[in-house]
């Protein structure tokens, strides 16, 4: 296939991709009962997608000579199952790219969770000449500097997954609205504590992430934008809540330090399911039975997690869409360079999914596939 062909095809493509990650978000994340089935989402947007495909898109610039493309993304942590599966997502459009004749190619590099790694890791791919940096940062700040170097010599950068503090450093962020998937968590939590017949006031545990991290603080507002109003009204008692660090074995140190001081708790929610999963094995360990005794929510809905969602001992998780940041991180940086094209908002929201019992079989259907749903053929694009 010729470059302008595949180029051609690449608009359609990325302009459907992106409205159908913003009704994904809305229809799937926020507002869809987790029961609902998939049918139920493929025919909403598709019909939406009918109606908008006509839509003309603005470009600075006419398609740009193909050169190399030279992708550098960094994660977080390679260790975590998360970023895995966004370093999945990104390859994999790297892989679509190169099957339709662009030369595009990515490294990926891991800063195993510290920032002076992820700083001097991007410090070289500057110094080094990739086309575009993909960043999943650690935190809101840590990374700024380097990426003000980036911002300097001109290569572009998105963000993905967390977000940085200052927002004229990157391109776009790629990601969850981190704040509202945690009211949408909060509110299953609540309905399960409901479901038990609790006495009132509910006495909960608060798992938060790692302290400057945008994806950990924005997650504790959504909690709290839930929870103040009823521990405002007394029908909610907080009794423990601290950062965790989105790790298993630090949730597991605290709640089994909280544990040996009282057991008088009704549910445990946490912001990631690291953690919940960690709690889940100090309740266990202190005899009680997880999400029959205290209900226990996540977020993510990594493998251990679905797992554990299965066997009953975690109520529930929020789906996060770690495979299609990388992936539309991949096509927004592609586009960006061959098109000067941007985002016509700088924030791309992916989709999250409740996940429950009543749909673990097929939520992953909604958050793991390239494009979200088959109203375009997945791979090859041949209907373009």
């Known amino acids: 296939m010729s470059a302008p062909r595949a180029i051609s095809r690449l608009v359609v493509f990325l302009v459907v991709g992106i409205i159908i990650g913003v009704l994904i978000g809305y229809f799937a994340g926020y507002s869809m009962a987790p029961s609902a089935p998939p049918t139920t989402i493929i025919r909403t947007v598709e019909k939406t997608v009918t109606q908008t495909i006509g839509t003309t898109v603005t470009v600075t610039t006419g398609p740009q000579a193909v050169k190399e493309i030279k992708l550098a993304l960094f994660v977080v942590d390679f260790g ?86 200052d927002k004229t450093l990157r391109i776009a962020f790629v990601g969850t609205d981190n704040v509202a998937a945690a009211e949408v968590e909060a509110r299953y939590f609540l309905k399960t504590l409901e479901s038990r ?46 950062y965790a ?14 544990l040996a001081r009282t057991r008088d708790i009704h549910g445990v929610i946490a912001a990631n399911d690291e953690m919940i999963l960690g709690a889940i094995k100090a309740l266990r360990d202190a005899g009680l039975k997880p999400c029959e005794q205290v209900v226990t929510f996540g977020f993510d809905a990594i493998s251990a997690a679905v797992e554990a969602t299965k066997e009953g001992t975690l109520c529930g998780t929020i789906g996060q869409a770690a495979f299609l940041q990388g992936y539309w991180g991949v096509l927004a940086a592609v586009y960006h360079v061959l098109y000067g094209w941007n985002p016509p908002t700088d924030w791309i929201k992916t989709p999250v999914v409740p996940v429950m019992k009543e749909n673990i079989d097929w939520f992953g259907y909604v958050i793991s596939t390239p494009i979200s749903l088959p109203v375009i053929p997945i791979e090859p694009y041949t209907a373009y």
């Open 245 to 258: 660090d989105f790790r298993s074995d630090t949730a597991y140190s605290k709640m089994q330090s909280l």
């Open 197 to 242: 017949g609790y006495s009132k006031p509910w006495k909960i545990v608060i798992l938060n992430g790692l302290p400057g991290a945008s994806s950990a603080e924005e997650r504790k507002k959504g909690f709290h934008n839930v929870l103040d109003p009823l521990v405002q009204k007394g029908e909610v008692q907080i009794v423990y809540e601290d």
């Open 80 to 165: 975590h199952p998360y970023f895995k599966g966004m370093a999945a997502g990104a390859q994999r459009a790297v892989e679509y790219f190169q099957k339709i004749g662009l030369p595009v190619t990515m490294d990926v590099f891991d800063a195993k969770n510290d920032p002076a790694t992820q700083v001097s890791q991007i410090e070289t791919a500057i110094g080094k000449g990739y086309t575009v940096l993909l960043v999943n940062p650690i935190t809101y700040e840590a990374a700024e500097p380097a990426l003000r170097k980036a911002k300097d010599a001109k290569i572009p950068v998105f963000t993905l997954d967390r977000d940085v503090a």
